[in-house]
C-alpha cells in the first residue's frame, strides 16, 4: 500500500537519488534548475509516495514569477521504474493540483510533452519564456482558477 505525505528533510536524498535513477546525467543544467537554484520548493505541494518505506514517486513545485505574476513552477516529477505504468505518476500531478488549487494558487506551469500533460489540461503558454535553451513548444501551463493565464506573459524568473 502507497503511503503519500509531504516530503520532509528526510526523505530530500532518496528523492534526489530517484531523480537521478529516471532523468539523464546533467539534469541540473536545465533551465528549470537556475529558476530552482537558491529558492525553497513549495513544501506543502511537495509529495513523496513510499511503498513498504521504499520512495516510489515524488513531485515538486517551485514558486516563479512569469512577467510580475507569480506562478508554480511544477516539476520534477517521477517514478521509480519498477511502479511505472500504474498511475502513480498521474495520481501525483492530480493530487498536487488540487492541493495547490486548495492552497490558492492561481497558475501552474511546467517544461514537458504535451501529449502527456495535456490530459491533466496543461496547454501551450504564449508569450512566456522560460531561460534559454528551453524549447517554446513544451512551455505548457494550467489555470487552476478561471481565466488565470489570460494576459499573463512575459519572462520566467525566479521568485523571490
Known amino acids: 500500500m502507497l503511503d503519500v505525505r509531504p516530503e520532509g528533510p528526510e526523505d530530500h536524498w532518496e528523492v534526489e537519488a530517484l531523480y537521478d535513477l529516471c532523468f539523464a546525467p546533467g539534469r541540473e543544467a536545465l533551465s528549470s534548475y537556475r529558476l530552482r537554484d537558491g529558492v525553497p520548493p513549495v513544501a506543502d505541494l511537495c509529495l513523496v509516495a513510499r511503498e513498504d518505506g521504499i520512495v516510489a514517486g515524488a513531485i515538486r513545485y517551485w514558486p516563479v514569477c512569469v512577467g510580475p505574476e507569480r506562478a508554480l513552477l511544477l516539476g520534477p516529477v517521477a517514478v521509480h521504474p519498477t511502479h511505472q505504468g ?75
Open 86 to 160: 500504474e498511475g502513480l505518476g498521474a495520481w501525483l500531478i492530480r493530487d498536487s493540483v488540487e492541493r495547490a488549487r486548495a492552497a490558492g494558487w492561481l497558475r501552474v506551469m511546467l517544461v514537458g510533452d504535451a501529449p502527456y500533460y495535456g490530459r491533466f489540461g496543461f496547454a501551450l503558454l504564449q508569450g512566456v519564456m522560460m531561460p534559454p535553451p528551453t524549447n517554446p513548444e513544451r512551455v505548457l501551463g494550467l489555470a487552476l482558477q478561471p481565466g488565470a493565464w489570460e494576459g499573463v506573459r512575459g519572462e520566467v524568473t525566479r521568485a523571490a
